[in-house]
């Protein structure tokens, strides 16, 4: 398509297509940036889009670049590679249902991201070597698979994790889990088929919460312990109540 020019709203300026989208080129704000999904020039509207190729990726936004990133309903896709190599942005914001492409945030120094929103397979190299990311919480409810290499490295110098697998997952790729994964939780009645051929994927060592699947065989077959698989929610150790500080012999109740 023909690339026209730019317009400024809000905290960033936006490179106008001829196919009347438009990209985020520059970072007119400071600190948070908030992106809109639309806007009005000479009465022709504009559809904010996160793909693109080249000099359409965001890493093309030179300094200052936004610390945190906020993404409205409007936009719904991000594609492939188009937050890779971007660098200072740690913080993703958004609250609604978003499919990701390939690599499309391979590096990123992740410490706040809503994986809770994410639908579909977290693809190829999603979140490939983002070896500072500090996210702990990893909740994949809405996700369908983790293809290969997705979380390769990811969180290597981070905190360990818990990893919630959705209840309509199919596949967990070889290679693909992140680094540090110390419990997991899989929501639905069958297990994924799962390659456990590299150590990145192996499920020993690993607490296991199976609280709606009747065979757990196939996740004794990717490494799980039996005796580390348990068939009830994390949620429900979360809310058991700590005991009272021990008075002498008895517990003082109040």
């Known amino acids: ?12 300026t936006y490179i106008l297509n001829g196919d009347f989208t438009a990209n985020p080129v520059a970072f007119v704000g400071s600190g948070n940036g ?18 693109g190729t080249g000099d359409n990726r965001f890493r093309r936004i030179g300094t200052p670049k936004p610390t945190s990133l906020t993404i409205p309903p409007g936009i719904t896709e991000i594609g492939p590679e188009y937050f890779t190599g971007v660098g200072g942005v740690s913080k993703f914001y958004f609250s609604h249902d978003m499919s990701i492409g390939e690599s499309s945030f391979s590096g990123q120094p992740l410490t706040v991201f809503p994986f809770e929103h994410i639908v579909g397979p977290i693809p190829y190299r999603a979140f490939y070597n ?15 698979s983790i293809e290969n290499s997705a979380f390769m490295g990811f969180g290597a110098y981070g905190p360990s994790k818990h990893v919630t697998i959705g209840a309509n997952f199919t596949h967990i790729a070889k290679s693909s889990l992140p680094v ?43 490494g799980a312990s039996a005796e580390n698989i348990l068939n009830y929610s994390s949620d429900v150790i979360a809310s058991i109540p700590s005991l009272p500080e021990p008075v002498g012999d008895v517990y003082e109740v109040a």
């Open 34 to 51: 908030t992106l809109v999904s639309s806007f009005v020039v000479d009465g022709q509207t504009y559809t904010v889009k996160l793909e």
């Open 180 to 222: 540090g994964v110390t419990t997991i939780t899989f929501k639905g009645t069958v297990a994924p088929t799962i390659d456990s051929t590299t150590a990145t994927n192996s499920l020993s060592n690993k607490t296991i919460y199976a609280p709606n699947m009747t065979d757990t065989s196939p996740l004794v077959s990717a």
């Open 1 to 12: 398509y023909i690339r026209m020019s730019t317009h400024t709203v809000g905290d960033f």
């Open 130 to 144: 983002a070896y500072y990311a500090k996210v702990s919480e990893i909740d994949l409810s809405k996700a369908t």
